[in-house]
């Protein structure tokens, strides 16, 4: 199995794809990032991969693993990111 690309791998490829210095490819996915951090709440879109999305998780009861007690869990908020069918469908399919 090959390794996942690292950061700089990725604002590497950009840079040359696009002839970029790999500075502005670097502040461009942090910017991405930035602006998907502060959106996330209303649903934040990356076309062709997916959205984050907040969800409410209701209150439920647990097992501590170790003592084996049933404990109350909290309700409370998640982030979640939902991948897009376009980008399951080429990942599953072999790629394009």
Do not use: C
Request: proline fraction near 3%; charge should be positive.
């Amino acid at each position: 199995m090959a390794k996942a690309m690292t950061k700089s791998q990725v604002a590497d490829h950009f840079a040359k794809k696009f002839g970029l210095k790999k500075k502005v490819a670097v502040q461009f996915f942090e910017e991405l990032a930035n602006l998907a951090y502060s959106e996330a709440k209303n649903q934040f879109t990356i076309p062709g991969i997916g959205k984050l999305v907040l969800v409410d998780r209701k209150a439920r009861q647990g097992r501590n693993p170790a003592t084996g007690e049933i404990i109350q869990i909290p309700a409370k908020k998640v982030v979640k990111f939902r991948v897009a069918k376009a980008a399951k469908d080429a990942i599953l399919s072999g790629g394009m």
